[in-house]
T-cell receptor
Framework: GQNIDQPTEMTATEGAIVQINCTYQ??????LFWYQQHAGEAPTFLSY????GLEEKGRFSSFLSRSKGYSYLLLKELQMKDSASYLC????????????FGTGTRLTVIP | ETGVTQSPTHLIKTRGQQVTLRCSSQ?????VSWYQQALGQGPQFIFQ???????GRGNFPPRFSGLQFPNYSSELNVNALELDDSALYLC??????????????FGEGSRLTVL
């Protein structure tokens, strides 16, 4: 089974840095994904980690520690358009490509 | 734009009715997954189809069923609708390629309201 936890809401200031944490408990871990979802829209893929360490993609970075069951998404130079929900998702096993999502963290960027 | 299209975008049904939702996957993607997203929650995995066969199922009752067609498009059918079935239903396609992350590409969803 899966148990994915992330904060429900966060607020940060435009231009600042914010870190969104995600902890998980799962069997057969095979990758962790971060998705962004604006209100009323579909989730869009941000990042993928399967090995320990940091993956950087422009203003967004994602970190994974498999031994701790822990990941974070780091957003730098926040912009107003970054206000959205950020979903942490875990894939199990090597068969079906099923992702199991947390409840999401709603980030509000304020001026 | 992910290239995944869903229809209808919005619909209203009453309890006990049946509904069919449709999804066309991105070109070249042979795997389709369906998710249910209640308001303020993350998407919950319903099931996945690969080569027209169900290839994994989440914790949903049998009244949730699906199909995948030879062109990889898919349908989600829900029978005996209940009020709690009101949600956004998301379809996602993904390629089956070795070495890639296999991320899901989501459609815009079908918002179902059950009265």
């Amino acid at each position: 089974g899966q148990n994915i936890d992330q904060p429900t809401e966060m607020t940060a200031t435009e231009g600042a840095i914010v870190q969104i944490n995600c902890t998980y408990q799962t069997s057969g871990f095979n990758g962790l994904f971060w998705y962004q979802q604006h209100a009323g829209e579909a989730p869009t893929f941000l990042s993928y980690n399967v090995l320990d360490g940091l993956e950087e993609k422009g203003r967004f970075s994602s970190f994974l520690s498999r031994s701790k069951g822990y990941s974070y998404l780091l957003l730098k130079e926040l912009q107003m358009k970054d206000s959205a929900s950020y979903l942490c998702a875990v894939r199990e096993g090597t068969g079906a490509n099923n992702l199991f999502f947390g409840t999401g963290t709603r980030l509000t960027v304020i001026p | 734009e992910t290239g995944v299209t869903q229809s209808p975008t919005h619909l209203i049904k009453t309890r006990g009715q049946q509904v069919t939702l449709r999804c066309s996957s991105q070109s070249g993607h042979n795997t389709v997954s369906w998710y249910q997203q209640a308001l303020g929650q993350g998407p919950q995995f319903i099931f996945q189809y690969y080569r027209e066969e169900e290839n994994g199922r989440g914790n949903f009752p049998p009244r949730f069923s699906g199909l995948q067609f030879p062109n990889y498009s898919s349908e989600l059918n829900v029978n005996a609708l209940e009020l709690d079935d009101s949600a956004l239903y998301l379809c996602a396609s993904s390629p089956r390629e070795a070495g890639g992350p296999g991320e899901l590409f989501f459609g815009e969803g079908s918002r179902l309201t059950v009265l």
